[in-house]
């Protein structure tokens, strides 16, 4: 069953009230909740995840830092934070001794990656290339897929990177409708995130945090549901 990753972002940044947001939805039956390496302290970071775990939970990073440098920092302070995935970047030669002997999930980004927040670019068998080369390589465990900030077929990318990858493959970015949701499923992504979208209402009322995460889950269960018949 593909799962769903609550991101506790808006604009590819951790919002400021992410601690109250993230009680908001606690009830819920989330399995994995992450947020940005840009947008609030590391302490405040390093205190959510002791929580988000604490409720039995597992807790993702997503590095969007563009810059080589920044991205080091990032993956440092993931270390620091106490995750159990990190999600995105481009540098996988940096990150990947950092991250040795650690247990965290190390999911980068295939394809070219530009501004934020961050855009996909290439075409789709570079995109699909480069994740077979990525997950080829032990450290490596999926991949983090910008799948609907790509400027062509997204459909068409995200079934070759499924196909191409050794490793679970997350969609990310701009999933903010049901009908996106129902693509990914089908197409048969390991999970999907969604931050923005929700804190927009794309999903429910702006205001219920918890009952928009509760129609996403179960959209999604209902989808899985589908193609197993």
Not at 135 to 147: F, N, S, Y
Not at 216 to 223: K, M, P, S, W
């Amino acid at each position: 069953m593909t799962e769903f990753i609550f991101m506790l972002t808006r604009n590819d940044m951790t919002i400021p009230n992410a601690r109250e947001a993230y009680e908001a939805v606690r009830p819920t039956g989330l399995r994995y909740v992450g947020f940005k390496d840009i947008g609030l302290p590391a302490e405040e970071l390093r205190d959510l995840a002791a929580s988000i775990r604490a409720d039995g939970r597992e807790v993702m990073l997503e590095v969007v830092s563009e810059r080589a440098e920044d991205e080091l920092r990032s993956i440092e302070a993931a270390r620091w934070i106490g995750v159990d995935w990190v999600l995105g970047g481009t540098h996988p030669d940096t990150a990947i001794p950092l991250l040795a002997g650690t247990g965290i999930r190390y999911c980068p980004f295939p394809g070219t990656i530009v501004g934020h927040p961050s855009l996909l670019r290439g075409t789709v068998e570079a995109i699909a290339a480069d994740a077979a080369a990525l997950t080829a390589r032990p450290e490596v465990h999926g991949l983090d897929l910008l799948a609907y900030r790509y400027d062509g077929d997204v459909e068409a990318l995200v079934a070759s990177v499924v196909a191409a990858a050794s490793g679970p493959v997350i969609a990310a970015g701009s999933v903010d409708s049901m009908a996106r949701i129902d693509a990914l499923v089908r197409i048969g992504v390991w999970a999907f995130t969604i931050g923005g979208a929700i804190f927009d209402g794309r999903f429910g009322d702006p205001d219920d945090l918890a009952g928009q995460v509760g129609a996403v889950l179960e959209r999604v269960a209902a989808g899985a549901g589908a193609t197993a018949r």
